[in-house]
């Protein structure tokens, strides 16, 4: 779980911004999106097959353009 702890001198513009980059990095509003609606088993599978193949098509294109 994320969170800051602040000291006297910190101001609470820096501890927003860290805790931010906290829970980005912790990957709590991914998280939350993706809990948000149930999806069906069968959908998670096309999903997922679909950005396999997004992403091997730009693999794709990268090793061709270079």
Same mark, same amino acid.
């Given at each position: 779980m994320p969170?800051? +702890?602040l000291?006297?001198?910190?101001? +609470?513009?820096?501890a927003l *911004? *860290? +805790?931010?980059?906290?829970?980005?990095? /912790?990957g709590?509003?991914?998280e939350?999106?993706k *809990?948000q609606?149930?999806?069906k088993?069968?959908? =998670?599978?096309?999903?997922?097959?679909a /950005?396999? *193949?997004?992403?091997l098509?730009?693999? =794709?294109r990268? =090793?061709?353009?270079l």
């Open positions: 969170g800051v +702890f000291d006297d001198s910190d101001h +609470f513009d820096v *911004r *860290r +805790f931010k980059k906290q829970v980005e990095k /912790a709590v509003l991914s939350l999106k *809990r609606h149930y999806e088993p069968s959908v =998670m599978r096309k999903k997922k097959k /950005a396999a *193949r997004k992403r098509l730009k693999k =794709m990268k =090793m061709n353009l």
